[in-house]
C-alpha cells in the first residue's frame, strides 16, 4: 500500500496544476507540455523576478562593480539584440518585454536572464572563458530560452507540489522524520531532477536556434560546452545534478546543429 501511494505521488502533486505551452516548438522541436501552479501567474513571477533582479544591481552598483566594463558590455547589448530580433519564432509576446542587460564585474563563470527579459552577465565567464562572439550568443540564448520557457516559473510551481506531495503522502502513511526525509529524497529524485535536467536541455536547443537564426555559428554551442567542462572541477554524475552532463550535453547540440545550419546559413 505505501509503494502504491508513493509512486501516485506525482500524479497527486499535480492536481493543482495546469497544462500550458509557453512556446512554439521551432525548428529544434521543443514542444514538451509544461505544469504550472493554477494559482501563480505570469506576471507574479515576473514581479518577484524583477524585485530580486533590482536588488543584485543596486548591490553591484553599491560595490562598484555594475557595468565597469563600458566595451563588454557594449558587446554584450549588441549581441543581445540581435537575438531578441528572433525571439517571436518561439513565442510572439517576448518582442514586447522590456529586455535589459547588465554586466557585474566578478569571477563567476556565470549569466542569467530573469523572467520578462532582464539580462546580467559576470565578466568572468567571458574573461576567463575567453569567449567569441559565437559562443556569448550561446550562452545568452541559453538564458533567454529559460525566460521564453518561463523555467523559473516552473521550477517554483514544481517546489510547491513537491512539498503538498510530502505533505499529503506524511499524513497519508504516519510517517516519522525519517520516513517523511526518505519521501522527500524519492520526489526529489524522481520528480524534480528529471524536469530540471529536461530545463536545461530544452533551454540548450532553443538558445542554439535562437543564435542561428540571428547569424551566429552553432558550432560555437559545442566549443562553449567543451570550454566549459575544462573549467569545471568535480562534476557531479548527470543523475544527480539539474544539469546534463558536459557529454551528454555535448552530443546533444551535435546532433541537433544540422536542424539549425540552414537558418545560420539564411542569416548570414
Not at 520528480?191 to 542561428?212: F, K, Q
Request: a negative charge; proline letters at 4%; hydrophobic letters at 40%.
Amino acid at each position: 500500500m505505501r509503494i502504491r501511494l508513493l509512486c501516485c505521488l506525482p500524479f497527486m502533486a499535480l492536481a493543482s496544476c495546469e497544462t500550458v505551452n509557453t512556446t512554439q516548438g521551432g525548428a529544434v522541436g521543443v514542444d514538451r507540455s509544461q505544469y504550472m501552479f493554477s494559482a501563480l501567474s505570469s506576471a507574479e513571477v515576473d514581479q518577484m523576478a524583477a524585485e530580486s533582479y533590482n536588488e543584485m544591481l543596486a548591490e553591484a552598483k553599491a560595490a562598484k562593480v555594475l557595468n565597469t566594463d563600458t566595451a563588454m558590455l557594449k558587446r554584450l547589448n549588441r549581441i543581445a539584440d540581435q537575438l531578441v530580433k528572433e525571439v517571436d519564432h518561439f513565442r510572439p509576446d517576448a518582442k514586447s518585454w522590456n529586455w535589459e542587460v547588465n554586466l557585474i564585474k566578478s569571477d563567476q563563470l556565470n549569466a542569467s536572464c530573469m523572467p520578462g527579459g532582464k539580462i546580467i552577465f559576470f565578466t568572468g565567464i567571458v574573461d576567463k572563458l575567453q569567449l567569441t562572439d559565437d559562443e556569448i550568443a550561446q550562452i545568452m540564448g541559453h538564458e533567454i530560452a529559460h525566460a521564453l520557457r518561463e523555467h523559473g516559473r516552473e521550477a517554483i510551481s514544481r517546489a510547491y507540489t513537491t512539498q503538498m506531495g510530502t505533505q499529503v503522502i506524511g499524513s497519508l502513511l504516519g510517517l516519522g522524520d525519517g520516513a517523511r526525509q526518505a519521501a522527500d529524497m524519492a520526489v526529489q529524485y524522481g520528480l524534480t531532477l528529471p524536469n530540471s535536467r529536461s530545463n536545461e536541455t530544452e533551454a540548450d536547443l532553443i538558445g542554439l536556434e535562437l543564435a542561428a537564426r540571428a547569424g551566429y555559428k552553432p558550432e560555437a554551442a559545442v566549443t562553449l560546452w567543451q570550454k566549459m567542462a575544462r573549467a569545471a572541477e568535480g562534476e557531479p554524475p548527470a543523475f544527480l545534478s539539474t544539469h546534463p552532463s558536459s557529454s551528454g550535453r555535448i552530443q546533444n547540440l551535435q546532433n541537433t546543429i544540422p536542424k539549425v545550419q540552414p537558418l545560420y546559413e539564411a542569416a548570414r
